[in-house]
Structure formats: structure tokens, C-alpha cells
């Protein structure tokens, strides 16, 4: 099966900062990466598939990149809203998927 | 709009079923590969199983292999998690997700859509 590790497990940041999460793969994925938000008590919404293509009405401010093992997600400028459970996920291993075990960005 | 609502769960005793359903509505159902989600209290997301649009192929974590049922009634916009042998590892909120890719016969494994979940919790 392939692994995904997410760091840091949590972090904190302030409005305005500029945050970045990793993610790596046991193996190659390709751009089978997608990135997903959870809040407290909610379902997790998709923010970004294929590494780096916004799902449609996500802000601008969240870009992911990456290829082969690692991959990172950006938040240019984080804002309220965006304090919460980002999850990767891969989607390589067609027909059985793996996420990574969770980044939690919370308020400094 | 896309919705997705769950139902069907509640505490059960080790050793009991339980079978969970998940409502679509808003897109057409028999389209899409669907999936279950499930999230233990406090802990990561961990994919359990997903279906193809005819039913014709589903699959499942190993954990649950043998154990765990997912099918799908497209004339009645429906899906199901028939869930046997349960064990207090199987404690979890359960959520149905919608695979992006419409009308493939491999899924994409992006998660477009998900329901709000539902509560199933396994305890003596």
C-alpha cells in the first residue's frame, strides 16, 4: 500500500502569513495528489486534485505543486476561514486510496 | 445542488450489523463511482470502499474485506454500507463521497461531494 505523510502533523500561524504543508508518498504517484480541507464537525471539501488544479470556486490563495513523492500545498495569505484539517490524499493506486494523516493549522 | 445524506447509524455491540444508507440527489446517480469515507473520533479520514456506476465492480480497504457490503440502487438514488462483524475499531463516522470522474470506467479518486456523515459507534 502506498503511505502518505503529511508534515507538520500541526502548526500555527497568524492572518495574513503565508503557510505551507507538505506531503510524500511511499512511492511515485505521479500527480495523483489531491488536497482536501475538513473544519470541525463537517465533511471534508476538496480544494485541489491533480496536485496543482483548484477545484472550481476554492480562492486563489490555495495553490498546490509537486510530482513523483513530494508535493506541497500553499495558502498565500491565510484568512479566518482557512483555520482548520487539511488532509492529501493519493489517487494513484486506482481503485483503493490513501490519505495522509492530517496537518491542522491553527490560530497563533 | 448535489446532496449527499446519510442515515443508519447508531451504537452497536461487537459481533452486530449494521447497515448504513446514503440519499443522492441533484446529480444523476448512476454516472458516477461512489465511496464510502469513514473518520474515527479524533483521528484521520481512512477510505473504506467505492462502487462502480453499475455495481458491476466494487472495492474495499483490507480492513473490512469479507466483512463490509457496499451497493447501490441508481433507480432509487441510493447507496448502501451493509456492515457485519463489527469490532470497536470500526467506531467511526461514516461519510458517502462522490467520485469526480462522470461516466469513467476507472474512478478518479478525487472526492467532489460528501454527505455530512453518520455516527456509527461500536461498544459493549
Known amino acids: 500500500d502506498i503511505q502518505m505523510t503529511q508534515s507538520p502533523s500541526s502548526l500555527s500561524a497568524s492572518v495574513g502569513d503565508r503557510v505551507t504543508i507538505s506531503c510524500r508518498a511511499s512511492q511515485s504517484i505521479d500527480n495523483y495528489l489531491n488536497w482536501y480541507q475538513q473544519k470541525p464537525g463537517k465533511a471534508p471539501k476538496l480544494l485541489i486534485f491533480?496536485?496543482?488544479t483548484l477545484q472550481s470556486g476554492v480562492p486563489s490563495r490555495f495553490s498546490g505543486s509537486g510530482s513523483g513523492t513530494d508535493f506541497t500545498l500553499t495558502i498565500s495569505s491565510l484568512q479566518v476561514e482557512d483555520f482548520a484539517t487539511y488532509y492529501c490524499q493519493q489517487s494513484y493506486s486506482s481503485p483503493v486510496w490513501t490519505f495522509g494523516q492530517g496537518t491542522q493549522v491553527e490560530f497563533k | 445542488e448535489v446532496q449527499l445524506v446519510e442515515s443508519g447509524g447508531g451504537v452497536v455491540q461487537p459481533g452486530g450489523s449494521l447497515r448504513l444508507s446514503c440519499a443522492a440527489s441533484?446529480?444523476?446517480?448512476?454516472?458516477?463511482?461512489m465511496s464510502w469515507v469513514r473518520q474515527a473520533p479524533g483521528k484521520g479520514l481512512e477510505w473504506v470502499a467505492n462502487?462502480?456506476?453499475?455495481?458491476?465492480?466494487?472495492y474495499y480497504v483490507d480492513s473490512v474485506k469479507g466483512r463490509f457490503t457496499m451497493s447501490r440502487d441508481n433507480a432509487k438514488n441510493s447507496l448502501f454500507l451493509e456492515m457485519n462483524s463489527l469490532r470497536a475499531e470500526d467506531t467511526a463516522v461514516y461519510y458517502c463521497?462522490?467520485?469526480?470522474?462522470?461516466?469513467?470506467?476507472?474512478?478518479?479518486?478525487?472526492?467532489?461531494?460528501w454527505g455530512q456523515g453518520t455516527l456509527v459507534t461500536v461498544s459493549s
Open positions: 491533480a496536485a496543482s
Open positions: 441533484g446529480f444523476t446517480l448512476r454516472k458516477y463511482w
Open positions: 462502487i462502480k456506476q453499475d455495481g458491476s465492480e466494487r
Open positions: 463521497a462522490r467520485d469526480s470522474s462522470w461516466d469513467k470506467t476507472a474512478p478518479g479518486g478525487d472526492f467532489d461531494n
